[in-house]
Structure formats: structure tokens, C-alpha cells
């Protein structure tokens, strides 16, 4: 059964430095999906991409954010300049052509700001 | 401000018991509704999507929607010390694609063998 995979598993960087987590969604999908769990907290939704642009996004996705489709398959998120409040968990999700917005999510990165 | 609402719990039950959990959301314009199951650190894993009022049934789930009462159940039968886990539900307003899921904190549900 198809998945969507993400890269790396855990991250652990410094404050102030940049980070990109990547994904590969499910292969005939065509919308894609960031969103972030904080600890304890629930799953936010960050940012959809669709058509090689994004589509929306939340309030939560600042200029500190950008996504790009790279390649056909890939997908990334980065974080240009991380801060203490951005560990999380990151999770990708992807939705096919169907209309049934139904999102697969990946296992997601985990990412630690020091 | 689109808020999906869930009792934290925990709500405990007996195994073979039927576990009953609820969800309700304030924007009567939603049009999607969706159950995920967390597992501890893992990602979200969907269970059962509903789109119109009524119930929808899949082996052991049955999800229910009320969208008079902005309402969202998910029964569990038979439960199993596997199905522990947090319960999310996860509502979209305009549907179509490319919108984003506002989720609920979840319900951690756990099965007493």
C-alpha cells in the first residue's frame, strides 16, 4: 500500500539556524499538506500546496516558512531561521484527485530547536 | 474561528465494550468529517470519513453526524486493548481539495482488558 515518507525522522538543530524536512507523498496525489503537533497540543494545520502553489495557509505560516515541489516527487518544508517554539511534530499529509478530502499523513519529523 | 471540541478524557472501557466518542464543531458551513487515531508519538492514521447526515458503518466503526446539532460520533464495538489510543476528530469547511484539516485535541480512549 502506497505511504507517504518523510526525512529525517528526528531533527535537532540550533536556534536561529535553518532546517528543511522533507516529504514524498503518496504518487498520484496531487494536493499536499504541512502541519504541526506541539507536544501535548493538537495537530495544526500549517499550509496546502496544490498546482505548484500554495492554495492556503494559516496564521501559524509566517515568513520564517516556505514550501517547494523541487522535483515530481519530492516535497519540503523549510524553516528559515528556527526558534525555540517551532519543536514540534512536523507531518506531511497528501490527498488525491478524488474529491473526498480525505489526507494521508506521514510519520512525521520531529524537530528539536537547542 | 473554526473550533472543533473533544472531551480530553481519558475515557476508559471495558474490553468487548462499545466505546462511544464525541466531537462537536462550530462552523455549520463544514462540509467533511473525519476520525484519525493517534498513537503515541505517531502520526495521525484515518479511520472513517462522513460527509452527509446519518451513520456510515466500517467493520467495527460506525461514525454518526448531525450537522443540526454540529455533532460527530464515532462508536467503537468489540472493543480491543489495541484500539487504546487518542481519538482525533478532524473537520473540513469548504471541501473540493487543498483545504486544510482543523482537528480537534482528541479523546484518549483506553480498553481495560
Known amino acids: 500500500e502506497p505511504e507517504v515518507t518523510q526525512t529525517p525522522s528526528h531533527q535537532v538543530t540550533q536556534m536561529g539556524q535553518e532546517v528543511i524536512l522533507r516529504c514524498v507523498p503518496i504518487s498520484n496525489h496531487l494536493y499536499f499538506y504541512w502541519y504541526r503537533q506541539i507536544l501535548g497540543q493538537k495537530v495544526e494545520f500549517l499550509v496546502s500546496f496544490y498546482n505548484n502553489e500554495i492554495s492556503e495557509k494559516s496564521e501559524i505560516f509566517d515568513d520564517q516558512f516556505s514550501v517547494e515541489r523541487p522535483d515530481g516527487s519530492n516535497f519540503t518544508l523549510k524553516i528559515r531561521s528556527t526558534k525555540l517554539e517551532d519543536s514540534a511534530m512536523y507531518f506531511c499529509a497528501s490527498e488525491d484527485r478524488g474529491g473526498t478530502d480525505t489526507q494521508y499523513f506521514g510519520p512525521g519529523t520531529r524537530l528539536t530547536v537547542l | ?113
Open chain 2, 1 to 113: 474561528q473554526k473550533e472543533v471540541e473533544q472531551n480530553s478524557g481519558p475515557l476508559s472501557v471495558p474490553e468487548g465494550a462499545i466505546a462511544s466518542l464525541n466531537c462537536t464543531y462550530s462552523d455549520r458551513g463544514s462540509q467533511s468529517f473525519f476520525w484519525y487515531r493517534q498513537y503515541s508519538g505517531k502520526s495521525p492514521e484515518l479511520i472513517m470519513s462522513i460527509y452527509s447526515n446519518g451513520d456510515k458503518e466500517d467493520g467495527r466503526f460506525t461514525a454518526q453526524l448531525n450537522k443540526a446539532s454540529q455533532y460527530v460520533s464515532l462508536l467503537i464495538r468489540d472493543s480491543q486493548p489495541s484500539d487504546s489510543a487518542t481519538y482525533l476528530c478532524a473537520v473540513i469547511y469548504s471541501g473540493g481539495g487543498a483545504d486544510g484539516l482543523t482537528f480537534g485535541k482528541g479523546t484518549h480512549l483506553i480498553i481495560q482488558p
